[in-house]
């Protein structure tokens, strides 16, 4: 090995928030808390809206969601009232991580990167990630190590299908063997294939914290004081703090490693049901009365005098029915901003379920973002500083409920996550555990391509100094 080469290894923990990470479970994280002892550490401001797709898109492209034209799981594909689709790989075509090394002839190995499938060429191997759908090839490459991968791990997973569904017991059950099969396989490739960039992403932790989140945190609405699974997170990341040490020891000493998040997660106090609050408010108007609730249909809009609609997640993103625009635009171009200003301050003073004022903050695409390619929502919507879901069901009933449209949810997401850098053992580190205080989720890309002595793209949105310069010297 060269002792000029440099290389990183990055590990991705979905949805790991610094209040668990940094303090409450740090003296039971010995992996995590000794990098962080002897590198620099901060909480990461995620993108907006802090959403596993497109947080993890825009921390390997240093491009915002807006440059990257996605705004959440689901798109409009176009201006039709159906058109919603998941993004796939084809988001990154030329512009992660991996693309500008293997341009360059440096490989990578990326295992579980959202959004993942279908597997691009590189040079190294990619695995691809939650997305993958069931039963279809693609998700490898080169597609050959697949029989590898089979070899050393079994049925690869990629998720735990319906965790949202399962009993606690499961959950915990399925999360640890998908990780398992994770690291075993992590281990071989990290072993077999000569990197420059090795990046992982464990997504069990997002996982369990939306299952059981209300098993241990005893302010949440639905916590179970008694429950045999209140320390199951915990003994998740317990988990993953020993395979991450047994991953990272052969490569310390010439690797900078990274340990990051994509989004916080904090309890999730219930559900705000976006789509009926602008029927409530005279925004939007359904052909006829609902019997029960359910997920708002197109079909069953009366577009002529509808102004907008929402799609539900863990933010609320709401499309205005402009006129020249969509099929049956109904608002003329005129009122445009106006309707959007009047709705934003509308939603900036709820009532909540007890005749709290709970703030819903309503923001513009083009405020937020330095492009706004594909079709972005007209207003991005947040409840509660993101402790209430929104939820795209319409019909009788309250505005606020205690639960989830999707299945049950005790998490949801929150603004920061994580941000560990450790320097190779033995190397020169300005300050020994420095906390930085905060750094941007776009900032991650740019340092990965500094530090390998790769140029920065001038389309990247972050600047490498906050952290790499903090990190090491040179």
């Known amino acids: 090995m060269e002792k000029s080469r440099r290389r990183v290894m990055i590990i991705g923990l979905d949805g790991a928030p610094p209040g668990l990470v940094f303090k409450r479970w740090s003296p039971v994280l010995p992996t995590l808390t000794g990098l962080r002892q002897r590198g620099v550490w901060s909480r990461l401001k995620s993108i907006y809206p802090p959403i596993t797709v497109p947080a993890w898109a825009s921390m390997v492209s240093g491009l915002d969601p807006g440059s990257l034209g996605c705004y959440g799981f689901k798109n409009r594909s176009d201006r039709s009232y159906e058109g919603a689709t998941f993004p796939d790989s084809s988001l990154l075509s030329g512009k992660a991580l991996w693309d500008y090394l293997s341009a360059e002839g440096r490989a990578s190995v990326v295992i579980g990167v959202p959004p993942g499938y279908p597997a691009r060429p590189l040079k190294g191997c990619q695995i691809s990630c939650f997305m993958t759908p069931t039963g279809v090839n693609g998700w490898i490459q080169p597609p050959e190590m697949a029989d590898v991968v089979e070899q050393i791990a079994g049925e690869y997973a990629f998720d735990v299908d319906g965790f949202r569904d399962m009993k606690p017991g499961g959950i915990v059950a399925a999360a640890t063997e998908m990780a398992e ?136 993103r709401i499309h205005i029915n402009l006129e020249g625009r969509e099929p049956l635009g109904f608002v003329p171009p005129s009122c445009y901003e106006g309707l959007r200003m009047e709705i934003a301050s509308r939603l900036d003073s709820l009532e909540g379920p007890e005749g ?119």
């Open 181 to 316: 099969k994770r690291f075993r396989v992590a281990r071989y490739l990290a072993a077999s294939v000569d990197w420059d960039l090795f990046l992982m992403v464990e997504i069990g932790t997002d996982r369990l914290q939306h299952a059981l989140w209300h098993h241990m945190d005893e302010r949440h609405l639905l916590y179970q004081p008694d429950s045999p699974y209140k320390d199951a997170i915990r003994n998740y990341y317990q988990y993953l703090d020993s395979e991450i040490q047994d991953l990272i020891r052969p490569y310390e000493r010439e690797s900078l490693v990274l340990i990051v998040s994509d989004h916080g997660a904090q309890a999730m106090q219930g559900g705000f049901r976006i789509n009926e609050w602008l029927r409530h408010e005279g925004y939007l108007v359904l052909r006829e009365e609902l019997q029960g609730s359910r997920s708002l249909r197109m079909g069953e809009v009366e577009w002529a005098k509808t102004r907008a609609w929402a799609t539900g997640g863990y933010c609320g």
């Open 356 to 474: 709290s004022v709970i703030r819903g903050r309503a923001l513009f695409p083009e405020q937020i973002y330095s492009d706004c390619c594909g079709i972005p929502p007209d207003l991005i919507v947040d409840i509660g500083d993101l402790r209430w879901r929104c939820l795209g069901s319409v019909g009788p009933g309250s505005l606020w409920t205690k639960g989830n449209d999707t299945g049950p949810d005790g998490a949801n997401h929150s603004q920061h996550g994580i941000f560990i850098a450790a320097p190779p053992l033995g190397g020169a580190s300005i300050q020994e555990g420095l906390s930085l205080g905060c750094v941007d989720i776009l900032d991650i890309a740019p340092g990965i391509l500094s530090y390998l002595g790769l140029g920065v793209p001038s389309c990247m949105r972050g600047r490498p100094e906050p952290w790499l310069s903090g990190c090491m010297e040179g």
